[in-house]
Every structure is written in structure tokens, then in C-alpha cells.
């Protein structure tokens, strides 16, 4: 096992990927990604199948899976869109891509949704992943809004990004939205006094895009919401692996926990009066 002391970890992580930016071909390569991941979510919700994926496994599996959420388990599984059952490969970057299933009990969908839409608070509700947040404008189902997200794993990296986010009732008891990062820049000395915010695409490129398509249904006595999240990350450099690997691979899935198990919190001022 390399152990390295965290000064010296640091020191090389910022000295490798320093200056790290998006090459036309690696967002093209994502920009498909996503084309083909949304094109398969318009099929799910144009047919009369399944709404969400836990409905699309065998009986079997699908009972053990909800008898597992229902009990509190948060499940979470990596997914990957092909193109014609072949990999889509992103030179120079990863494309990340994680869904995550948590049941809320007692919830009721429109409640829910009131705290998914309540921007301006989402520092509050998501803090430490959520630093700051505001909703920049709202027309009907469109929103606009500012998050900056805090990533951490030995390093910390801090993120303003921009985001439109569309939702629609599918379905009666069903709300689906899509929130889509237009704007992604990395921030030096957060809060302090040298704040510095990056223009897009410079930085360590630890994350690049970020694509979010949730879903929620009423099921029984609570709601069950999926969140599916895309992202785009630079690649590993070669021979650091062992030091940059962990934090590149597993923020993205960690983030995605982290956000179920906040938003599973705050439930309970949701809960339906009786």
C-alpha cells in the first residue's frame, strides 16, 4: 500500500492538474452522452412501462429491492448509456453516471417538490455540500438558479455552478425534473478575503458538467424518489491513479448519497397533515 503524507498529496494533486481544461472533443463526447441518456428517459415516460428502474427489474429482485428501501436503504447503482452497444468514450475526461432510489415515508409528492424548489434555501437544507444557493428566476416549471457545491475527499474543491432545471407531471402521484449545469468554475480560498472564482473550464477540472433527472411517485403510505446524475470530470493523469483515482471515482457517487440522505432529513416537514 503508498502512503503519502497530505501535504505532499496535495502539493502533487495541484501540480498535475493545475490548468486542466475541456477540449472540444471530450464535451462533444459528453453532449452525446447525455442525448442518448435523455433520449431513453423520453421513452420511459412516451410508453406505458416502468417509471422508475426499481419497476424494471424481475418480480423477484423488485420485491427484494423495495422491501430493502422501504426499510431505510438507500439503493445505488452505476448505470452507462451506449451508442449502439458500444462504450462512449470521453478522450481526456470521465463521464460519470450513478442512480440512487430512497422512499420517504409519510411524504406527500407536491411537498416534496416545494423543497426541492426552495433554492434560495438550499444552502441551509444541503449544507456542508451546499455553500450557497439562490434562485436566479422561475417562469411556470422553469427555474434558474446558483449553487456553489463543496467536494471533499482528503482535498477540498469548491464549485460555483449555474443550472436550469425543467419539471413536469408525468403521471398522476408523479413529478419528473432536469436540471442541467450551464455554467461550471472552480473557486480559490472560498470565503476568504483572496476569493478568487476561475472562468469556466480552468482549474483542476475535478468536475466539468453536471446533469441531474430525478423522479418521484407516490407509493403507498410515502413517496419514492430516483435521482439519476451524469457528469464530466477530467481524466486521471497517468501514474496518479493512486492518489487521484479515489476522489475523481467516488465524489461523484458520494455527493449523490449525500444529497438522498439530506433530502430524507428534511422529510418530515413534508409529511402529509391528517
Same mark, same amino acid.
Given at each position: 500500500m503508498r502512503v503519502v503524507p497530505i501535504a505532499m498529496f496535495c502539493w502533487i494533486a495541484g501540480a498535475s492538474l493545475a490548468g486542466a481544461q475541456p477540449q472540444a472533443k471530450t464535451t462533444a463526447a459528453f453532449d452525446e452522452y447525455v442525448r442518448l441518456t435523455e433520449a431513453r428517459l423520453d421513452s420511459e415516460l412516451a410508453g406505458a412501462g416502468r417509471y422508475l428502474r426499481i419497476d424494471s427489474h424481475p418480480q423477484a429482485r423488485?420485491?427484494?429491492? @423495495?422491501? *430493502?428501501?422501504? &426499510?431505510?436503504?438507500?439503493?445505488?447503482?452505476?448505470?452507462?448509456?451506449? #451508442?449502439?452497444?458500444?462504450?462512449?468514450? =470521453?478522450? %481526456?475526461?470521465?463521464? !460519470? !453516471?450513478?442512480?440512487?432510489?430512497?422512499?420517504?415515508?409519510? =411524504? %406527500?409528492? %407536491? *411537498?416534496?417538490?416545494?423543497?426541492? #424548489?426552495?433554492?434560495? !434555501?438550499?444552502? #441551509? @437544507?444541503? =449544507?456542508?455540500?451546499?455553500?450557497? &444557493?439562490? @434562485?436566479? =428566476?422561475? #417562469?411556470?416549471?422553469?427555474?434558474?438558479?446558483?449553487? *456553489? @457545491?463543496? *467536494?471533499?475527499?482528503?482535498?477540498?474543491?469548491?464549485?460555483?455552478?449555474?443550472?436550469?432545471?425543467?419539471y413536469s407531471s408525468p403521471r398522476a402521484g408523479c413529478v419528473e425534473f432536469r436540471a442541467r449545469s450551464t455554467s461550471v468554475r472552480e473557486v480559490e480560498d472560498a470565503g476568504k478575503a483572496t476569493e478568487a472564482v476561475k472562468p469556466a473550464g480552468e482549474g483542476h477540472g475535478f468536475m466539468w458538467r453536471l446533469n441531474t433527472y430525478g423522479r418521484l411517485e407516490m407509493r403507498g403510505d410515502g413517496v419514492l424518489v430516483q435521482f439519476e446524475t451524469v457528469s464530466l470530470s477530467r481524466d486521471i493523469p497517468f501514474g496518479l491513479g493512486w492518489a487521484i483515482g479515489p476522489f475523481v471515482t467516488s465524489v461523484p457517487r458520494e455527493s449523490l448519497m449525500f444529497t438522498l440522505e439530506t433530502l430524507r432529513r428534511h422529510v418530515p416537514s413534508a409529511r402529509v397533515q391528517r
Open positions: 423488485r420485491e427484494a429491492e @423495495l422491501t *430493502r428501501v422501504k &426499510s431505510g436503504t438507500i439503493l445505488i447503482e452505476p448505470l452507462e448509456t451506449l #451508442q449502439n452497444g458500444r462504450r462512449i468514450e =470521453a478522450p %481526456d475526461g470521465l463521464i !460519470h !453516471h450513478w442512480i440512487a432510489t430512497v422512499f420517504l415515508p409519510g =411524504a %406527500d409528492v %407536491d *411537498r416534496v417538490v416545494a423543497v426541492l #424548489q426552495d433554492y434560495d !434555501h438550499h444552502a #441551509q @437544507l444541503f =449544507a456542508p455540500g451546499v455553500m450557497r &444557493s439562490k @434562485l436566479r =428566476a422561475r #417562469q411556470g416549471d422553469d427555474f434558474t438558479m446558483y449553487l *456553489r @457545491l463543496v *467536494r471533499t475527499k482528503v482535498i477540498t474543491v469548491v464549485l460555483d455552478t449555474e443550472n436550469e432545471v425543467r
